[in-house]
């Protein structure tokens, strides 16, 4: 328990450490407000902007001036969307979500089955077929993927939809099932191409770790037991398999609110990940923050979920 | 069959297809196990006796390992029947596995999965061949059996973890695992070279009360002729896939006529000869490569009585005295004068 409360203070200082380095690298781009001095309307606030913001301050002052005021929810001002920060992230945040969960869990299950597969039958066609399917998955590149599936399959067979997922997303749409289905349009052909994409690592890790496992003198003991393969595989072999792979999945975390900022964008889905695109050719430095900060968070606690669930899974491991 | 055998292996002949080449692994290997007899099989490394014993099993690497000729007889002891268990289909052979034959193995450290305490892992091998009995039960029998192995507080360990045991333990509990379905036939693969010197002891006084306690025939295998000498009543000797001598374990020792047995039993250290002083001879040469063995008799090269005829023919077992095998030209009585 001690290690545990440990391990969660220990999270604080990485939190800040890692903000502060995103934050004096945005800094070094320079003054977002700048912009702003072109737009009559607006070139009598920049002033007071950058004396809110602490543009009239060195970059570490200003840091924790931002952060002050992150922790309270003033995640600031965004230049792109003239609107609070906070409220355009929270906009964007169930778009990403929605695509970020299905296609992470999607990606870690068949991945995983499909590696666990490969392993047992080994050097089978079915093994190949696997693996030729994981290297063009690792190897194709989204923009590439996105763009023809987005040819053939929404452009000359019009079977799944693109475009613009803004609040009141379809409101000439009144049923809900109607509508269901019309986000499903959507949603579909970027979660399949992130799947395919995605999955290759899980495949590959976790067809390894069942290969080695399978090696294990207490595989041959289970045998020698009488045991029948089946329960060989499933109770022997996949429980220890499982152990690396938790890891694996904890730290895949991350990628829930969206690690797809390409795919986004091709497919003109108005999520995070377009979000930060978008803002990272504005200056708008803001909504960059309040990106990064959202992933780092997701990548600290990931981590600090795969030590507790290691422990967990593996019994030689004990949380002290 | 002979009616006081209760395993017999004949004629085996193993061959590993692997992607360096072709391995003989087992060439006309036989031998016979007793009824509540210890049999100690003894060679170098890679001379096959572990082969042997996963063969025996039905545990072989698919599928580099293929067994080409070769019967192993198994006698039922409920039933009397005679069985070629090559030839038993796997449903069935899962009833022989862990349950009338078991196996302990040379590693404990590894040999019991991390992530199942003890119990759990002994407990499975009661229910799965036993499956009229309750889990309960099962728990009972599981600590019967630790304290049967001489595990101290067994109602505490019984849920340990196997990181939690010494290597000594965990053989312990591997023994445990093994006699827990009450086999006829135990086959220990070098039950004791991993383990601490006093530890080989004890578990070497373990394996030999359990079998006056319980009743059963061993297969020892080992590299080790101090190990067999206490405790088996008849060795195979094995070089390169062959049995090159069998008998009764007090001939292998006061006369032993293959030069390899010779060879292996100078290289063991006796206080009695010698001294500290003396080196030891040993056995010179090394050990032929199993990818390309030597024509003839495979030991040739490293024969202190080599002769023309090893070199190119290879010696079949004669029999010198009943239940006195041996490989060797020296011993081909008549057709010496030939030469």
């Known amino acids: ?320 | 069959m002979e009616k006081d055998n209760i395993l017999e292996i004949k004629n085996l002949h193993v061959t590993f297809y692997t992607e360096d080449g072709i391995v003989r692994a087992l060439q006309g290997v036989e031998y016979e196990v007793k009824h509540n007899e210890t049999l100690g099989v003894v060679g170098e490394s890679g001379c096959g006796k572990s082969v042997t014993s996963l063969t025996i099993m039905r545990l072989l690497p698919k599928p580099q390992a293929k067994v080409e000729e070769g019967q192993i007889l198994f006698r039922d002891k409920e039933t009397g029947q005679e069985i070629n268990l090559l030839e038993l289909p796997e449903e069935k052979m899962r009833h022989v596995r862990g349950n009338r034959i078991s196996m302990i193995f040379q590693e404990p450290m590894t040999a019991l999965n991390p992530v199942y305490t003890v119990g759990d892992q002994i407990m499975e091998a009661i229910l799965i061949h036993n499956p009229e009995t309750t889990r309960q039960e099962a728990r009972k029998k599981a600590i019967e059996m630790l304290k049967l192995v001489g595990i101290p507080a067994a109602e505490k360990r019984v849920d340990d973890y196997p990181h939690q045991m010494s290597g000594g333990m965990r053989q312990r509990v591997m023994i445990a695992m093994a006699l827990s379905t009450n086999p006829d036939i135990l086959i220990a693969d070098e039950p004791t070279t991993a383990l601490d010197v006093t530890i080989q002891a004890q578990i070497l006084d373990l394996i030999n009360r359990l079998q006056e306690q319980l009743g059963m025939s061993i297969i020892l295998i080992t590299h080790n002729l101090g190990v067999v000498a206490q405790n088996a009543d008849r060795i195979a000797v094995m070089y390169l896939g062959r049995i090159v001598e069998y008998a009764p374990v007090r001939e292998i020792f006061h006369d032993p006529k293959h030069p390899y047995t010779q060879g292996l039993l100078q290289s063991v250290p006796r206080l009695d000869r010698g001294g500290l002083k003396e080196p030891l001879p040993g056995i010179s040469g090394n050990l032929p490569s199993p990818y390309n063995p030597p024509p003839g008799c495979k030991f040739h090269p490293r024969c202190p009585y080599v002769m023309d005829r090893c070199r190119e023919e290879e010696p079949s077992a004669v029999e010198i005295s009943p239940g006195h095998t041996v490989r060797c030209w020296l011993h081909v009585k008549g057709e010496k004068s030939n030469e």
Not at chain 1, 28 to 39: A, K, M, T, Y
């Open chain 1, 1 to 320: 328990m001690n290690y545990l409360i440990k391990r969660v203070l220990q999270l604080i200082p990485t939190f800040l450490v890692a903000t502060l380095i995103a934050f004096i690298l945005f800094s070094l781009v320079g003054d977002p407000f700048e912009g702003l001095r072109q737009d009559p309307r607006l070139a009598s606030q920049v002033e007071r902007l950058r004396r809110i913001y602490g543009y009239d301050k060195d970059p570490i002052t200003r840091y924790f001036l931002w952060i002050k005021n992150f922790l309270q929810g003033e995640w600031g001002y965004s230049i792109m969307a003239k609107r609070a920060v906070f409220q355009v992230v929270m906009e964007r945040l169930p778009v990403s979500l929605s695509i970020g969960i299905v296609n992470t869990v999607l990606a870690t299950l068949f991945g995983i089955l499909l590696g666990i597969y490969s392993a047992i039958h080994l050097y089978s066609a079915a093994d190949y077929a696997a693996t030729a399917l994981v290297f063009f998955g690792m190897s194709m590149p989204s923009f590439f993927f996105g763009v023809m599936a987005l040819f053939f399959f929404v452009v000359t067979i019009p079977l799944f939809n693109v475009g613009l997922m803004t609040p009141g997303f379809h409101p000439d749409i009144a049923n809900l099932f109607d509508k269901t289905i019309e986000y499903g349009r959507h949603l579909a052909l970027p979660i399949f191409i992130l799947t395919l994409l995605g999955m290759g690592g899980f495949v590959r890790y976790s067809r390894s770790a069942m290969l080695e496992v399978l090696h294990m003198d207490y595989i041959r003991t289970a045998r020698a037991k009488g045991l029948p393969e089946s329960v060989v595989i499933r109770k022997h072999a996949l429980r220890n398999a499982l152990i690396p792979i938790v890891t694996l999945l904890a730290l895949s975390l991350p990628a829930i609110i969206g690690a797809a900022p390409i795919t986004e964008t091709i497919f003109s889905i108005n999520g995070l990940g377009k979000l930060y695109i978008d803002a990272l050719g504005a200056n708008d430095i803001m909504v960059l923050m309040a990106d990064l900060t959202l992933t780092i968070s997701l990548v600290i606690i990931g981590n600090l979920l795969a030590d507790i669930l290691y422990a967990v899974v593996d019994p030689r491991v004990t949380l002290e």
